[in-house]
């Protein structure tokens, strides 16, 4: 049973650039989410996509979008990257309308911003 | 507003018991998480809490106090590998649609022999 994958797993990108981060839910889910964690940080919720729709999102600005394909993978998108977008992100994913709501990590994409 | 505290760093003695709590204020509740991150991995699920009470899990047992917005975490029987940082996250949404947690700063945990 294959949990949630990431990759790249790791990423060096200069400001002003674009970055596009993948995710794969684990199998038989349907929902994920995505999660920005800084250093010493808790995780901060960016956006979460099910039925390919961005459902809820987070306080982040509009330079983070993502997207959901049907077979329920993901990607985060981030443009004009600035030094504080450093950080680990990480993809949740779930199922929804089963009463379990425990939500599965990925190992996580760190961004590195130079 | 959005808010959970968790004290920053704990330290413990291999083989003993460790209490780490988690207050909040959220504007929706439904569930509180505790998840255990080492360094520079993922979180892995520890557990959940609905509904009033203490949920045991083998070494780990974790209360809520729905009235009160506070929650612990209890360790018994400490062992190194125990070393981590333990999340606690409200998941604020109401209905199956929506699963988002709001993420405490995390207690980095010390267990010393």
């Known amino acids: 049973d294959a949990g949630v994958t990431q990759s790249p797993t790791h990423l060096i990108k200069t400001r002003g650039q674009q970055v596009t981060l993948r995710c794969s839910p684990k199998s038989g889910h349907d929902t994920v989410s995505w999660y920005q964690q800084a250093l010493g940080q808790g995780p901060q919720f960016i956006f979460q996509?099910?039925?390919?729709?961005?459902?809820q999102r987070g306080n982040f600005p509009d330079r983070f979008s993502g997207h959901q394909f049907p077979n329920y993978s993901s990607e985060l998108n981030v443009n004009a990257l600035l030094l504080g977008d450093s950080a680990l992100y990480l993809c949740?994913?779930?199922?929804?309308?089963?009463?379990?709501?425990?939500?599965?990590f990925g190992p996580g994409t760190r961004l590195t911003v130079t | 507003g959005q808010n959970i505290d968790q004290p920053t760093e704990m330290t413990a003695t291999e083989g003993a018991i460790v209490q780490i709590n988690c207050t909040y204020q959220t504007s929706g509740f439904n569930g509180l998480f505790w998840y255990q991150q080492h360094a520079g991995e993922a979180p892995t699920f520890l557990s959940y809490?609905?509904?009033?009470g203490l949920e045991e899990k083998g070494r780990f047992s974790s209360f809520l106090s729905r009235s009160k917005g506070y929650s612990y975490l209890l360790l018994k029987e400490l062992q190194m590998k125990d070393s981590a940082s333990y999340l606690c996250?409200?998941?604020?949404?109401?209905?199956?649609?929506?699963?988002?947690?709001?993420f405490g700063t995390g207690t980095l945990l010390a267990v010393q022999p």
């Open positions: 949740a994913s779930s199922l929804v309308g089963t009463g379990i709501y425990e939500q599965y």
């Open positions: 996250a409200v998941r604020d949404g109401y209905g199956g649609a929506t699963n988002k947690l709001i």
């Open positions: 996509y099910y039925e390919e729709e961005e459902r």
């Open positions: 809490n609905v509904l009033d």
